[in-house]
């Protein structure tokens, strides 16, 4: 038996978080051989420690075999201690009519001391997943407090974008889901997003010459899968919670598994046109457990190139409101 990992999850109590702990301690997320320890981070509320308490009942009367501890918080510094995994959503969702970006404000905050603690206290091999949003730029504030841990432990998921355009494609060319591969988002997680269409293949072939209506794939392909979120809100009247969960599974999953080629957002460091600081979405290959290389080259046209230039400004503008906040 390998020895457990310490699975930090901040907004452990939340909606995402009540789907997501349950795939964690199953094994879904580190193999059916890697036991866990959860480490449980909530906010320092009555309601949300009460709440949190709950959930821990819960994974104890679920008896995983591979959850080999739970630790109930409301102290980052001791939730973040000696974490090999720092799994970050606790933060404000947004409601109906907001951007995600407006969430910027107070949730930025919260990635500011997290940044602090996680680099004093967490394993030397931790590495960090953003999900609270805006998740990009959250990832950056909490990277660039970092003096010990290198930029590139500190990934923001577009997973959900990736499975969002997965299954469009696939609805679109009515073929099964599995047949459609390589469709990497690029940019930030929010509507300006780019779901890059030309690189993706449908059974084996180029997805433009099996979904020839290019009016479709650059306007309501990309419109859909950037403005999935708020139709879910619309919806739902909350914000996705079990396909981010999944989609973190599948995140995290994809990081520990060499070989797998999936869309990640990294510090950029100027790759695909991205400004150097930013955390942008691209596809990576996982290399050892936790490591990858971000898969550079694609060749991009001039659609291609005018969206990337739009959701990297974005996140430019998103970093110049929160310079205060980086370190
Ligand atoms: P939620 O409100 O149901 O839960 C958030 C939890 O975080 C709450 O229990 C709250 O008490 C806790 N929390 C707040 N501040 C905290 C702190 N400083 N430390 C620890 N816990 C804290 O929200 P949710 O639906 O679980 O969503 C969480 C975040 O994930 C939101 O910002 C949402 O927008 C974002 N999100 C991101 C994606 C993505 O693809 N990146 C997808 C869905 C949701
Ligand atoms: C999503 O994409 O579903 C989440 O980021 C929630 C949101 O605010 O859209």
Redesign the pocket.
Known sequence: MKSPIRVAV??A?????YSLLFRIASGAMFGPDQPVILQL???P?EK?LKALEGVAMELDDCAFPLLKGIVQTSDPAVGFKDANWCLL??????GPGME?AD?LKD?GA?FIGQGKIIDAVAADDARIAV???P?NTNCMIAASQAKRLPAERFTA?VR?DQNRAQTQLAKKAGVDLTAVKDIFIYGN?SPTMFPAFAHATINGAPATSVITDSAWLQGPFCETVGKR?AAIIAARG????AS?AN?LVDHVRSLVTPGAIHSVAVKSEGRYGFDANVWAGMPVRTTTPGSYEVIEGYAMDDFAKSKIAATNKELAEERAFVASMIS
């Open positions: 901040t907004g109590a939340g909606q995402i978080g981070i909530e906010a509320i949300a959503v606790g933060a404000k969702p947004r995600r969430l949730n919260i999900v609270g949003n998740a998921m959900l997680h979120g909350l914000s996705s919670a981010a989609a």
